[in-house]
DNA sequence: CTACCATCCTGGTTGC
DNA sequence: TGCAACCAGGATGGTA
């Protein structure tokens, strides 16, 4: 479920409420994640002082250390249904099947059948990761390794970094011969995007999203780029996008979803155009994707 | 290298 | 109403 500005969104929202605090209890209900969880994972958690929390493309990595800081990194990848839930000492976990209607926190309910992971602070709040479909991925890496990690090694550059303009992503487009919107979904050419910002972005560029990549060069490249980086800072602001089940660590919901102009929006007029057309769905990579055909060329 | 496909899961929604 | 098919925000790994 969460790209780059909703992992960015929990990132900040644990930030306020973890760093500083040193883990007193782990506990891996269900170890049996994308891949299994490490081994040794509660006890290795147990322990650990929260010194801070990065994040890297859709990845969060919880800086850890039993006495210096940043020994260990807990990296934590949300995958397509996973959440983390951060609960006072003593609060119930909000929106569960058996407290509530779905809706008072937003999204769908939390089964308690999918907490897969719960981590309790010195001041006895508690951290859930819940996670239906188990896409979610934890590892635990030392700091010194983290580059190398297999799922971090080969990303391309974060979007919203001095490092990416038009120039770095045209060269990264360069000889591509699928389609732009494969590419912006490829990790190695842009790091943390996904369905929906891709396809936001590309309206915002006025880009056909059936394009072959490599011919996004210079001046489209450089209107790609800006794209990108305001789509994905505009959602960060608004707290990222709430579709089924994603919400903020604080249990409150991304509005971004209001700010589609395109994503979901089959068949609705064309935002803020005269180009007199509508919205189309078409799939590409088996995933969908939502453009004007008219406006995106 | 590049591109396509299947795959890991569960659950809500749609359509017959 | 019941039930099956379809669809979902991701990313790897195998194959051609």
């Not at 919205?279 to 406006?295: E, N």
């Amino acid at each position: 479920m969460p790209e780059l500005p909703e992992v960015e969104t929990v990132k900040r929202g644990l930030e306020r409420v973890i760093v500083g605090r040193r883990i007193v209890a782990a506990e891996a209900r269900r170890p049996d994640l994308r891949w299994p969880l490490p081994a040794g994972f509660a006890e290795r958690l147990t322990g650990q002082r929260i010194h801070g929390i990065a994040r890297r493309a859709k990845y969060l990595l919880v800086q850890l250390g039993a006495a210096e800081p940043g020994e260990l990194v807990w990296l934590i990848h949300l995958g397509m249904s996973g959440r983390l839930i951060h609960t006072a000492a003593g609060e119930p976990l909000p929106g569960t099947v058996t407290s509530a209607q779905a809706g008072s926190s937003g999204g769908w309910p939390l089964h308690a059948a999918h907490n897969h992971v719960e981590v309790t602070f010195d001041d006895g709040s508690v951290l859930t990761f819940n996670d239906a479909r188990r896409f979610g991925v934890m590892d635990l890496v030392a700091a010194d390794a983290l580059d190398r990690h297999r799922l971090l090694k080969d990303l391309g550059p974060e979007p919203l970094s001095n490092a990416f303009n038009g120039p770095a992503l045209a060269a990264r487009l360069t000889g591509r011969r699928t389609s732009i919107k494969a590419a912006l979904l490829d990790q190695r050419v842009v790091a943390g995007v996904g369905n929906i910002y891709a396809c936001e972005a590309l309206f915002r560029a006025g880009l056909s999203p059936r394009r072959s990549a490599y011919t996004v060069q210079r001046g489209r490249a450089e209107g790609l780029a800006a794209s990108l980086k305001s789509v994905l800072s505009d959602a960060i602001a608004a707290g990222g996008s709430s579709l089924r089940d994603y919400v903020q660590a604080s249990g409150e919901l991304g509005y971004f979803q209001h700010a589609f102009a395109v994503y979901d929006r089959e068949g609705e007029e064309c935002p803020g155009c005269t180009c007199d057309s509508v919205v189309r769905r078409i799939v590409q990579q088996g995933r969908s994707t939502f453009y004007c055909p008219a406006r995106q060329r």
